[in-house]
C-alpha cells in the first residue's frame, strides 16, 4: 500500500490544520509546528535507546528494538490516541524530525487499523526551514517601527492593524522586566514558527513596536532584527497619568486576570504578587538599594489597598517607575542613536492614522512596482 504524502507548503500551516507530532516529547518541548499536538511513536527513554542502537548496529537493528519496545498493548494505545484525534480532526496530518521512518510506521499502523491519513514529506525539519525562510523574506518588506515611552500602549496600536506584527505576543513577553507571562515562555524555535506563521497573513507592509533583539527569553531572528534598525520610526507621545493608566491595566488588570484564570483566586494572587515583587527587585542594580527599598515599601502597601479593592494604589509606585526608570532610560536610548529620524511624533490616535497611511501608501508603492513598464 502507498502511503500519501503532502509537501512541506506553508498554506497547510494557514489552514490551521491539526498536525500529529510523533516526535517523542523532548524533541516537542524543544519547538513544534503551529497547530501540532504530540503523540509520541516512542516515548523519550524508549527513542534514547533506538538511537543508541542505530548508532551502534544500523538502521535494520534500530528498526527491530523499537518493534520489540513499541508492541501489544503500549503499541494498541498509541494506536488508539492518534484515532481519537483523527476522529475529531478528520484532516489531520503527520510528521516527524525529517518525514521519515517514525511519521511512515505511524501512518502504517493507523492504514492497518483502517485510516489513511497523509505525513510530510521532509517532516518538522522541511516545513521549518520553509517558516524561516518567510521571515528573512519578511526583511525585504516594508516595515515601520512604533517607539515611544513605556505605557503608551504601542502593543494595542500594532493590534488595531491589520499590518501589526505583535513579536511581544509571538515571545509571550511584554520586553520588560515586569513584562513575563504566567505561563511559561516559548522556545526560541516556537516563537519563530509563531512569528513565520503570522507573516503568512502579512505580505505587505509591517508595522511592529521598537524592541530590543532579546524579547525575555526569544532572540528575533538577525535578517528581520537588521531590517528593524533601518526601518522608519514613528513615535507615540502620551502624558503620564495616561500611561500610568495604560501601565496599571497591562501590569496589574490584565497580569492578575490571566493569573486568576489559570491558577484561581488564592493561588493566582499570591503568584502575582511574588512575580511583580520579583520584577521589581531583578531592578535592583539600576535602581539603587535605597530607591528599590522606597519602590518596594510602596508597592506593599499598594498590594495591602488592592486587597480592599482599590487597584489605584499601584500608581503610587508605578509611577516613580516610569519617571525615575524607565523613561530616563529611554530618552537615553535616544540620545545614543542620534541618527535615527521619526516620520511621524504625536498622540496614540495621531500615530495610529499616520500608521494607517502609511500602510496604504506602502500597499500602493508595492503594487506599482509589479505593474509591467
Known amino acids: 500500500m502507498s502511503l500519501p504524502l503532502v509537501e512541506p507548503e506553508l498554506e497547510l500551516l494557514g489552514q490551521g490544520r491539526v498536525l500529529i507530532d510523533v516526535r517523542a516529547p523532548v524533541e516537542f518541548a524543544q519547538g513544534a509546528l503551529p497547530g501540532a499536538v504530540n503523540l509520541p511513536l516512542m516515548d523519550d527513554e524508549e527513542r534514547h535507546l533506538v538511537g543508541i542502537e542505530y548508532k551502534e548496529r544500523g538502521q535494520d537493528a534500530a528498526i527491530a528494538l523499537g518493534e520489540r519496545l513499541v508492541r501489544g498493548g503500549l503499541k494498541a494505545a498509541r494506536v488508539a ?5 483523527v476522529e475529531a480532526h478528520p484532516d489531520a496530518i503527520i510528521y516527524c524530525f525529517r518525514g521519515g521512518l517514525r511519521s511512515r ?41 512604533v517607539g515611544g515611552l513605556t505605557g503608551c500602549a504601542k502593543t494595542s496600536l500594532i493590534l488595531a492593524l491589520e499590518e501589526g506584527l505583535d513579536l511581544e505576543g509571538c515571545a509571550r513577553h511584554k520586553g520588560s522586566a ?20 503570522r507573516l ?66 488564592w493561588l493566582g494572587w499570591a503568584l502575582m504578587r511574588k512575580q511583580l515583587a520579583a520584577a521589581l527587585g531583578r531592578l535592583r542594580k539600576r535602581l539603587g538599594q535605597a530607591r528599590l527599598a522606597r519602590l518596594q515599601r510602596l508597592q506593599a502597601l499598594a498590594f495591602r489597598e488592592h486587597e480592599r479593592g482599590n487597584t489605584s494604589a499601584h500608581e503610587a509606585w508605578l509611577a516613580p517607575l516610569l519617571t525615575e526608570y524607565y523613561d530616563p532610560l529611554y530618552r537615553h536610548q535616544l540620545e545614543k542613536h542620534p541618527e535615527r529620524h521619526f516620520l511621524h511624533v504625536g498622540d496614540w490616535e495621531s500615530c495610529l492614522a499616520f500608521a494607517r497611511e502609511w500602510t496604504a501608501e506602502a500597499r500602493k508603492a508595492g503594487r506599482r512596482a509589479h505593474e509591467p513598464a
Open 81 to 85: 490516541a492518534w484515532r481519537r484525534l
Open 200 to 265: 503568512l497573513d502579512l505580505p505587505g507592509p509591517l508595522v511592529l513596536e521598537d524592541e530590543s533583539r532579546r524579547i525575555g527569553t526569544a532572540n528575533i531572528p538577525l535578517t528581520f532584527w537588521e531590517g528593524m534598525v533601518q526601518a522608519p520610526r514613528i513615535r507615540i507621545e502620551m502624558p503620564l497619568d495616561w500611561r500610568l493608566e495604560q501601565i496599571r491595566k497591562d501590569y496589574i488588570d490584565d497580569l492578575w486576570e490571566v493569573h486568576r484564570r489559570q491558577f484561581g483566586d
Open 178 to 197: 515586569f513584562g513575563r507571562h504566567p505561563l511559561p515562555a516559548p522556545s526560541q524555535i516556537d516563537f519563530e514558527h509563531a512569528m513565520g506563521l
Open 105 to 145: 510506521t505511524a501512518q502504517q499502523w493507523l492504514a492497518d487499523a483502517g485510516i489513511t491519513r497523509p505525513r510530510i514529506r521532509g517532516g518538522w525539519k522541511a516545513m521549518r526551514q520553509a517558516l524561516c525562510a518567510r521571515i528573512d523574506a519578511a526583511a525585504e518588506q516594508p516595515q515601520l517601527v
